[in-house]
């Protein structure tokens, strides 16, 4: 079985400042990894996945994730946030391609100006 | 290209009623998902359709049940609502089961039982 675990339900961060987001994750086979974002009622926006290509994963908005396969993790940071990123940010597992996601809990973001 | 749509966007119903949701995927998708996503929770897996056929099932009750359409829309009925069945429905779709695996994702309906 798949799991996912956030650490960190909510994160306050400064405009300008790093946004780092825990993820680590369980899976019985080489996974396929993402991060999702959800902005107030809106549905999920893909930010950036891993699919056992380059470790080091670029996304949109200036966010990228490193996969760590020692420690499980894949951690989603952005250099300076911004206003706009304040979301919900969800990590999330899948053990195939295509197949059914299993999310974490979920981290919202606040950007304080 | 027209994204995923869904509908309502918003309702309310008592429990013991019977509700459906309505899903329109991405053109050229033909894999479509749906997950419940509770208030302060993330998604959860109800089940997957691909090609009018339910590819598999997260552990949810049999009164939730969905159906595929030639055009690849979707339907998720839920039967015998109860209070807890409250949550954003998302209905995601897919070029198929393969390739990269990513979703696009709908806004949701969100259903009030009462």
């Known amino acids: 079985a798949q799991s996912v675990t956030q650490l960190g339900s909510h994160v306050s961060v400064s405009e300008g400042a790093l946004v780092l987001l825990r993820c680590n994750y369980s899976?019985?086979?080489?996974?396929?990894l993402f991060w999702y974002v959800q902005y107030p009622n809106q549905g999920l926006q893909l930010l950036l996945k891993y699919t056992s290509a380059a470790t080091l994963v670029k996304g949109i908005n200036g966010f990228e994730a490193e996969f760590k396969k020692s420690e499980t993790s894949f951690h989603l940071t952005k250099p300076s946030a911004h206003m706009r990123d304040a979301a919900e940010y969800f990590c999330?597992?899948?053990?195939?391609?295509?197949?059914?996601?299993?999310f974490g809990g979920g981290t919202r973001v606040l950007v304080k100006p | 290209e027209t994204g995923v749509t869904q509908s309502p966007t918003h309702l309310i119903k008592t429990r013991g009623q019977q509700v459906t949701l309505r899903c329109s995927s991405q053109s050229g998708h033909n894999t479509v998902s749906w997950y419940q996503q509770a208030l302060g929770q993330g998604p959860q897996f109800i089940f997957q359709?691909?090609?009018?056929?339910?590819?598999g099932r997260g552990n949810f009750p049999p009164r939730f049940s969905g159906l595929q359409f030639p055009n690849y829309s979707s339907e998720l009925n839920v039967n015998a609502l109860e209070l807890d069945d409250s949550a954003l429905y998302l209905c995601?779709?897919?070029?198929?089961?393969?390739?990269?695996?990513?979703?696009?994702f709908g806004e949701g309906s969100r259903l009030t039982v009462l």
């Open positions: 999330a597992v899948s053990e195939a391609a295509g197949n059914k996601l299993t």
């Open positions: 359709y691909y090609r009018e056929e339910e590819n």
């Open positions: 995601a779709s897919s070029a198929g089961t393969g390739g990269t695996g990513e979703l696009f």
């Open positions: 899976s019985s086979v080489p996974p396929y």
